[in-house]
């Protein structure tokens, strides 16, 4: 198995423990938002050998960069807008509350955890349905 894939799988569980298991929401959103971004680049390095591209992109906006391209991948090389859109939206929906969770003063709550997890949980599905991983 890849480490990336496996990263990402541990993540999502390491997500699902915290939220019912502790009361370190931040870290549940954290963790949730990681998985989904660990899988993407999985994806976009296994199937489309995209690592070189994603390494130049590293560091200016390189999490919108994958988003944005494997929504791209999934419009137009699986041919599914509407998973395309749905793809996008709950990974833009988790990072912003990865921001909220990780960088501002806000508290994060069990509902943002939840919420997060719902997002993960959904996106891990599309990409699963779509790439055989």
Known sequence: MSHLK???NLS???AKHLESNTNYYNSTVH???????Q???????KEYQLQGELQANQGRGSHDYMLKRMRGIIKDNKGKRFNAIDYYE???ELKTLRVNADYNNIEILETNAQEAIKFADEVIRILTNNFSI
């Not at 963790?31 to 971004?37: G, P, R």
């Not at 899988?39 to 390095?45: A, F, G, P, S, V």
């Open 90 to 92: 709950n990974c833009t």
């Open 31 to 37: 963790c949730a938002y990681y998985s989904c971004l």
């Open 6 to 8: 496996n990263k990402s």
């Open 12 to 14: 999502l569980k390491a």
């Open 39 to 45: 899988m993407t680049k999985y994806i976009l390095e």
